[in-house]
């Protein structure tokens, strides 16, 4: 059974820092992974797929890397600001199409 | 493209009542899935379905939820009777049959059972 995990499960950082986040999953055949934010009280806002073929997607100032083999990825989003302040959600997809979520990120940019 | 759509958005009820959201998936869409996600937590799924069929419901109470997907669009997801640990957000999300194709989510129903 897929188990993901995310660290740190809260950030605090002051606007303009660049910082990463983490995730980690247990079974490395992966069809590929999502990251989504979900801001207080609203749905999941897709920010960015990676297929199993990839190594990084880019969008903006946002970057997300996966290494298969170790089962890990990274979303670095850089110059931060305040409005990147939500919970930030990674899911891997595996056979069967659902897929499966970490418990998320909590992310708070202050200015 | 028009996104997922849900509804209703906020839902309060009693425990023991019953209650039902609804979901529209973006056109095309043959997959369609249902989560649930209890604050502090990562969703998880409740039903999937392709077309009107049902693919994996292994976590779905059924003793207490039921859904269906009519002609293969809209979905509703129904529980009876509600419990006060079913306090969660509702999320619907549909996706391309293709299984590199990413998901889009709907708003969510946010439900208080009391």
């Known amino acids: 059974k897929q188990e993901v995990t995310q660290i740190p499960a809260a950030l605090s950082v002051p606007e303009g820092e660049?910082?990463?986040?983490?995730?980690?999953?247990?079974?490395?055949?992966?069809?590929?992974?999502?990251?989504?934010?979900?801001?207080?009280?609203?749905?999941?806002?897709?920010?960015?797929?990676?297929?199993?073929?990839?190594?990084?997607?880019?969008?903006?100032?946002?970057?997300?890397?996966?290494?298969?083999?170790?089962?890990?990825?990274?979303?670095?989003?850089?110059?931060?600001?305040?409005?990147?302040?939500?919970?930030?959600?990674?899911?891997?997809?595996?056979?069967?199409?659902?897929?499966?979520?970490?418990?998320?990120?909590?992310?708070?940019?202050?200015p | 493209e028009a996104g997922v759509a849900q509804s209703p958005r906020y839902k309060i009820i009693e425990k023991r009542q019953s209650v039902a959201f609804w979901c529209n998936p973006i056109s095309g869409h043959a997959t369609l899935y249902w989560y649930q996600q209890i604050l502090g937590q990562g969703p998880k799924l409740l039903i999937q379905f392709q077309n009107n069929g049902v693919v994996d419901d292994s976590q779905l109470p059924k003793d207490r939820f039921s859904a269906e997907r009519l002609k293969g669009v809209d979905s509703t997801l129904k529980i009876q009777p509600a419990k006060l640990e079913d306090s969660a957000v509702y999320l619907c999300a549909s996706s391309s049959p293709d299984r590199n194709y990413g998901y889009?989510?709907?708003?969510?129903?946010?439900?208080?059972?009391v």
């Open chain 2, 104 to 113: 889009t989510f709907g708003s969510g129903t946010r439900l208080t059972v």
């Open chain 1, 18 to 110: 660049n910082l990463v986040l983490n995730c980690s999953f247990t079974d490395s055949a992966i069809y590929n992974l999502q990251w989504f934010r979900q801001d207080p009280g609203k749905g999941l806002t897709s920010l960015l797929l990676i297929q199993s073929s990839q190594r990084e997607q880019t969008s903006g100032r946002l970057n997300a890397s996966l290494d298969k083999s170790s089962g890990r990825s990274t979303l670095y989003i850089a110059a931060s600001q305040p409005g990147d302040s939500a919970t930030y959600l990674c899911a891997v997809k595996n056979s069967g199409y659902a897929l499966n979520f970490g418990k998320g990120t909590s992310l708070l940019v202050t």
